[in-house]
């Protein structure tokens, strides 16, 4: 099973930030890779597929990058909605869940 | 509009059984995988397994492998989640989504989720 690690789990920021999230792959996913964004009490919402195809309904704001191993999500500027929890995905070898990164307010 | 609309929140004992459910409507049901994620409190996102409606083919999580069985009735598109003996364990959010792609990929619809809770 291809094991997703993200880091770091918990990011302390302020609006207006730039915000870099890591996600790591236990073997090669190509660019198979999602990014999820999930708010308190709800269903988490497709934000970045094949690596780096924002989803329909994203700002420009979020970008993704990687293959391989090693992915990325970077926020340019934090605004107030932007604070959630964010998943990454493979889907090159069966399906797995990175462990999550919370943005929250600094 | 595509929704997967999951049925209501559920207070069950350990051991009992259970099966909830997932209507789908706004697409064609037979033509997209259909999958379960469990979300354990304040914990993150799991794979438990996948259904294409089509032709019933089913595959599991190694994790999940005989402890759930997700089926799905295409004549009223409505795909299930079930468990023969439950566990406080199993207390958890449980979400249906839509997978995109014949070859298993990523979840573009999300259902609202049901929350079980075991508990004696």
């Known amino acids: 099973e291809i094991v997703m690690t993200q880091s770091p789990a918990t990011l302390s920021v302020s609006p207006g930030e730039r915000v870099t999230l890591s996600c790591r792959a236990s073997?090669?996913?190509?660019?198979?890779l999602a990014w999820y964004q999930q708010k308190p009490g709800q269903a988490p919402r497709l934000l970045i597929y094949g690596a780096s195809t924002r989803a329909t309904g994203f700002p420009a704001r979020f970008s993704g990058s990687g293959s391989g191993t090693e992915f990325t999500l970077t926020i340019s500027s934090l605004q107030s909605e932007d604070f959630a929890v964010y998943y990454c995905q493979q889907y090159n070898n069966w399906l797995t869940f990175g462990g999550g990164t919370k943005v929250e307010i600094k | 509009e595509v929704q997967l609309v999951q049925s209501g929140a559920e207070v069950k004992k350990p051991g009992e059984s259970l099966k909830i459910s997932c209507k789908a409507s706004g697409y064609s049901f037979t033509n997209y995988w259909i999958g379960w994620v469990r979300q354990m409190p304040g914990k993150g996102l799991e794979w438990m397994g996948i259904i294409y409606p089509g032709d019933s083919d089913t595959r599991y999580s190694p994790s999940f492998q005989g402890q759930v069985t997700i089926s799905a009735d295409k004549s009223i598109s409505i795909a299930y989640l079930q468990w023969s003996s439950l566990k406080a364990a199993d207390t958890a959010m449980y979400y249906c989504?839509?997978?995109?792609?014949?070859?298993?990929?990523?979840?573009?619809?999300w259902g609202q989720g049901t929350l079980v809770t075991v508990s004696s």
């Open positions: 989504a839509r997978i995109v792609g014949p070859t298993v990929e990523y979840v573009d619809y």
């Open positions: 073997q090669s996913v190509s660019s198979n």
